[in-house]
């Protein structure tokens, strides 16, 4: 829950895919946890997606959208 926090403090509550502000917004692991367990609470593996968004990545390949949509990082 704590991690959850700080990402929100540092990524803010924009979808970092479309833009849209999401309430609640969810906190997509990049790299899957299924995959990558060791990278599980890295916060650096941690991205703000809107429901939507979150559930369209799933657990497919890792997609950093912070990097394609500069706007939603703080």
Do not use: M
Not at 38 to 45: F, S
Request: positive net charge.
């Amino acid at each position: 829950r704590a991690l959850r926090i700080e990402a929100i403090k540092r990524y803010g509550t924009k979808c970092a895919k479309c833009g849209r502000d999401w309430k609640p917004i969810n906190i997509d692991h990049i790299k899957p946890r299924r995959f990558y367990p060791h990278l599980a609470l890295d916060i650096n593996n941690l991205q703000p997606l809107c429901g939507p968004c979150n559930k369209e990545k799933g657990n497919g390949p890792p997609v950093d959208y912070r990097k394609t949509n500069n706007e939603t990082l703080s």
